[in-house]
């Protein structure tokens, strides 16, 4: 039997843009979940992150793949502030959700979010099954076949039921033979 994946780590979100109060993992349970870690500034997330996201967006079932866009700022703070982040929301035609990553206290620069998932940087892509766990967390960009691909296997998988201990052996005869008891 193979194991299941790690539960993904919940999220440390200040403030929610195009959804209205808070949003968890848990309240996603069900739906698969696309989900990358950016900033505005990082030209990689805006030349092919931000864009994979809404293709994304546009092409999944709401019901079937929650998109959310994580904005973990570790540089330039005072230039990405959420007041930056809701015009660029704007200008890029943002639908999907997007979170404001809780700064470290102590002066560490790094967002809370992205220090429990040990992030390298942005843009980090997380790939979250229906049950939450947590199976795949990639640095940099992956090709759009590929995602398409991950995200359809993901899908196509069934929410695990409810652990059930196994059913007693059957001790009759059958044609294959007997079992030992």
Sequence with gaps: MVAA????????IVRWFNHDGDLTLADLRGQ??????FQMLCPGCVERTIPQLRHVRELFAEDQVAVIGLHTVFEHHEAMAPTSLAAFIHEYRLSFPVGVDRASSGGDPIPVTMARYAMRGTPTLLLIDRDGGLRRQSFGHIPDLQLGAEIMAL?????????TPPSAPDSACGPDGCPVD
């Design 155 to 163: 899908v196509g998988e069934t929410v695990s039921p409810p652990a």
């Design 5 to 12: 994946p790690p539960l993904a780590p919940d999220w440390d």
């Design 32 to 37: 698969v979940v696309v989900a990358a870690a």
